[in-house]
């Protein structure tokens, strides 16, 4: 029982950090439509954010803490400058947006071996995150990391803070708008060319949050971006376009039943079942958890 | 050529997400008909044509020829002899004239004609470029001709099909006063052999061309007959009472397209 | 360019390439130099395949690693077996493996016609099944690249996970023999080497032919618009399927023969990256034509090892930087350049004509 258990919380962390890393793509790719593969370097440059706060900042504890903000803006400003210069030429052409961004992200990595080397590097975690809660006591206990609940509540924060965003603020209705009809928006008096750096502000800022969360389950690296995009764009695409709660659900789900399938196979097998069990998904749902039903379909 | 056959629609009904677009309508199209669809924006005209060619679910039956359509996938609706073309003329811009037609023309051919080149101009695609008037332009990429020009060749393309009926979404949208005409006539050409559907808008158009005519009004079948016995419903010229399609239907020359 | 017409054009290329290949490399260049050309004419050979499904069927084929690995460790697998010598087990599986015996399904590799065969039609199979699948629910555009990605990445993972079966992320390595002929002489790697370049040529030629064919302008036409190819009583799914999966096939083909030209495979080939390479030449080079995406790969797998041996990081920055710009600015690949600048030029000319007439 208590396996069971163990198992459905890491798999519930696993999914934790995979929405953390899908939400910024829920935004760019769910809202916008752009394939960003450089939002993986965005994390990464979240992760390295922190990793150069700590140098600095004595005290792991608050250069924690003041990374999130700071690799907020540090990720989000890499991505307004991407989408200015070349991603706004390329709305058009979301293929080809893949591939183009895909050569930023070679470069990207590149310059991260190039200022902190190639081998990973490793933070410390603050103090106040170090132990563990004992979920379950007694002879056979179920025991929590700290980090791995502060993760998680990481994501939920960060989910409620983007669906307030989204439903609230001036930004995110003109977000909205601009996602349902362009054309009107514009008329409207909306800039869109506006609304869309703004967008990809906010969503390659998450990536930024997201390299936070990351550095406290594994090392930092130049490759970290490409161990983790496909796994975020496999939770946009399964999840349904454009669709938070799909992103949100699908990001737990595939995160408990790789938890499971990983305690019962290998680590390997593991990720296949689950790819296949995702390719199965979407004969049943090609368009993903939650589609928006439009009578448009030429 | 295969004989034309009917189209028997029967309490159709399509629903998005709780909106219902389509609200049991019933038609009866007879082979060889020149059938106008009319009605305001939002009466269901296109979606019931989505429902025949079976983009969208739907509930009810559409028999064609005698044999049910609804539950069919797309391409089978094809292949029975339903063709159809949409607002927007979509063919296929990189491609030629003269391969957009031999395209269409081949939905049986068999794996090694498909393999190998095309060495001559087959005899169907050769009638349909001189029956649409595009002979000269047969080597031209499609994207290069005119609006009018496209929405030939795209019923061109259903005349090689040889489709036993023809469903039009707004043939002469955009078209200059020439153009409506020669399409018009083109129009009753095929009819001739075929059964013709189409949508409009505009009320001269339809005035000038159409053998029968069905009003929908809110997803439902306000009225149908020939184009004297519609105009004179007073239920049409209430709902068509406050737009500017009111005169229209009463008699005054209004373009809405 | 106005001399020679159509068919007369085609053959005059073939007998260049031809020449170029059988006869001018083979006495320019060293034993060693040649040998990489033959790694860089199997990278063309699988953008061979991806001009057909990409350039022409507009499939963006980002996990041609998965097809390229099936082949090559196919054939691989053989010739471990036949290093081995019968009845003995392959070198990696003594070292990290407690099997006394070869796996189940290791042992039709032993027999080298259905090795020969699998590099091909396994991937092909595969493809097949995969394919069927995803077209038949209209998964396209960037669902079939994501997920055609996640597919290479998940093979790559799995192949490393099974160390004691599949050598883990050493791949099969050290593959001394191929079919009875010992590849450290250097005249049997010169015919491996001709064996190559004579399966590019054919498969060019393969291609070429479903290109002009029928098919290959219903291919576009599924591109362009796959809606409307469906209202024409075509089975969009169909048509994409035959394109994915002969680029499976030939993929499978240049797998096979990367093996006996490098020596080894190893799951740092087939993965996300390579997958993405193999894109980047067709892209470079023209996706949409064949001359271009051979000639691309083969100069972007050039231009990787003349650059990322002396400098690696200044490779990767060009690397990138090529890929924009190729991508973003000249969608056509260096292949579109030609006409690309005619029409520039002929545009400049109609506004001099346009400004001289209005000076006038």
Redesign the interface.
């Known amino acids: 029982m208590t396996v069971i258990l163990g198992q459905t919380f890491t798999g519930i962390s696993i999914g934790a950090v995979l929405l953390l890393i899908a939400l910024g793509l829920s935004l760019t790719f769910g809202q916008m439509n752009v394939i960003n593969m450089a939002h993986g370097e965005f994390i990464m440059a979240g992760a390295y954010t922190t990793y150069v706060l700590q140098k600095s900042i004595s005290g792991a504890g608050i250069s924690l803490l003041v990374a999130l903000p700071v690799a907020f803006i540090v990720s989000g400003a890499l991505g307004a400058l991407l989408e200015w210069l070349l991603i706004r030429r390329l709305y058009l052409r979301p293929l080809d947006t893949l591939l183009v961004t895909w050569g930023v992200s070679l470069m990207l990595q590149q310059l991260a071996r190039d200022i902190f080397g190639a081998p990973n590097v490793q933070t410390r975690a603050p103090d106040w995150l170090t132990g563990n809660v004992t979920l379950i006591g007694g002879a056979d206990p179920l025991t929590v990391a700290n980090s791995r609940l502060f993760i998680l509540g990481l994501a939920v924060a960060a989910v409620v803070a983007l669906t307030l965003t989204l439903r609230l603020t001036p930004l995110g209705r003109r977000i909205r708008a601009v996602v349902q009809n362009r054309d009107l928006a514009e008329v409207s008096g909306i800039s869109t060319a506006r609304v869309d750096r703004t967008a990809f502000f906010l969503g390659s800022g998450l990536a930024g949050i997201a390299g936070v969360a990351l550095t406290l389950v594994g090392p930092i690296g130049p490759t970290m971006g490409t161990n983790v995009i496909i796994d975020a764009f496999l939770v946009i695409v399964v999840g349904g376009i454009g669709q938070l709660k799909g992103t949100v659900i699908v990001a737990f789900v595939l995160g408990v039943l790789q938890s499971v399938l990983e305690y019962s196979t290998t680590l390997s097998v593991a990720k296949v079942l689950v790819l296949v069990a995702i390719v199965a998904f979407l004969q049943w749902r090609p368009q993903g958890l939650y589609t928006l039903?439009?009578?448009s379909?030429? | 050529m295969s004989e034309p056959a009917g189209l028997e629609i029967h309490q159709l009904r399509v629903s998005?997400?709780g909106f219902t677009?389509v609200d049991g309508v019933d038609l009866d199209v007879r082979p060889g008909d020149l059938r106008f669809l009319i009605g305001p924006n939002g009466a269901g005209k296109?979606?019931l044509v989505?429902a025949v060619?079976g983009?969208?679910k739907a509930e009810g039956s559409v028999r064609f020829g005698g044999a049910e359509l609804l539950g069919r996938s797309?391409?089978r609706i094809?292949?029975s002899g339903i063709?159809?073309t949409?607002q927007t003329a979509?063919?296929?811009?990189?491609?030629t004239v003269l391969?957009?037609l031999?395209?269409?023309a081949?939905?049986?051919?068999s794996v090694w004609?498909?393999?190998?080149?095309?060495n001559d101009v087959p005899e169907p695609v050769a009638r349909a470029l001189e029956t649409i008037g595009l002979t000269k332009l047969a080597g031209s990429p499609a994207g290069t001709l005119a609006h009018g020009q496209k929405q030939w060749l795209e019923i061109g393309?259903l005349l090689v099909?040889d489709v036993r009926l023809l469903l039009l979404d707004e043939p002469v949208a955009g078209m200059s006063h020439d153009e409506r005409q020669a399409t018009g006539e083109l129009l009753e050409r095929i009819s001739a052999e075929r059964t013709v559907v189409v949508i409009e808008h505009d009320m001269d158009f339809m005035r000038s061309f159409a053998r029968s005519v069905s009003v929908l009004h809110a997803g439902r079948l306000l009225s149908e007959g020939t184009v004297a016995e519609v105009q004179a419903d007073p239920k049409v010229q209430e709902v068509y009472l406050g737009h500017a399609a009111a005169e229209t239907v009463t008699g005054v020359a209004v373009q809405e397209a | 360019m106005t001399l020679l017409h159509g068919r007369a054009r085609t053959w005059a290329g073939f007998a260049g390439a031809a020449v170029l290949l059988f006869a001018l490399a083979p006495l320019a260049l060293t034993d060693f130099r040649l040998g990489l050309l033959a790694k860089y004419l199997c990278t063309a050979m699988v953008a061979v395949g991806i001009c057909l499904a990409w350039g022409r069927g507009g499939l963006l084929t980002l996990g041609q690693g998965l097809f390229f690995g099936l082949g090559g460790y196919a054939m691989a697998m053989h010739l471990k077996i036949a290093d081995a010598g019968p009845g003995n087990l392959p070198d990696f599986m003594q070292l990290y493996g407690t099997a006394t015996e070869l796996p189940w399904w290791w042992r039709p590799f032993a027999n080298p016609a259905f090795a020969l065969a699998a590099t091909v039609l396994l991937p092909m199979a595969v493809a097949a099944l995969l394919g069927s699948f995803i077209f038949r629910r209209r998964v396209k555009g960037a669902y079939f690249a994501i997920l055609s990605q996640a597919l290479a990445a998940a093979f790559a993972i799995w192949l490393i996970g099974q160390q004691a079966t599949t050598g883990g992320t050493n791949g099969l390595t050290d593959i001394q023999g191929f079919f009875g002929y010992d590849l450290d002489d250097p005249v049997n790697q010169r015919t491996v080497y001709f064996v190559i370049a004579a399966a590019l040529l054919l498969l060019i030629a393969l291609a070429r032919?479903?290109i002009?064919?029928?098919?290959g302008?219903?291919l576009?036409?599924v591109r362009?618009?796959e809606?409307?190819?469906?209202?024409?009583?075509?089975?969009?799914a169909k048509v994409k399927l035959v394109a994915y999966v002969v680029a499976a096939g030939m993929a499978g083909l240049a797998g096979a023969l990367f093996v006996p030209a490098v020596g080894i495979i190893s799951p740092a080939m087939i993965g996300i990256v390579p997958s993405i390479e193999f894109v980047i030449g067709a892209a470079v080079g023209g996706r949409a034509s064949l001359v271009g995406a051979v000639l691309g790969a083969i100069g972007v797998a050039w231009a990787k090892t003349a650059l990322s041996e002396e400098f690696p990081a200044a490779w990767t920055y060009f690397q990138g930087l090529l890929f924009i710009v190729a991508l973003a600015f000249l969608p056509g690949g260096l292949a579109s350049l030609g006409g690309v600048l005619r029409r520039r030029r002929d545009r400049q000319r109609k506004a001099a004509v346009v400004a001289v007439g209005e000076a006038a």
């Not at chain 3, 809606?227 to 969009?236: A, I, K, S, T």
């Open positions: 039903r439009t009578r379909l030429v | 998005f997400d677009a296109t979606t989505d060619t983009l969208v797309v391409h094809a292949r063709g159809r949409f979509t063919v296929f811009e990189e491609l391969q957009n031999d395209i269409a081949g939905a049986g051919r004609t498909m393999l190998r080149r095309r393309m099909q | 032919q479903l002009h064919s029928r098919y302008e219903l576009v036409a362009d618009s809606e409307r190819v469906r209202f024409l009583g075509y089975d969009p």
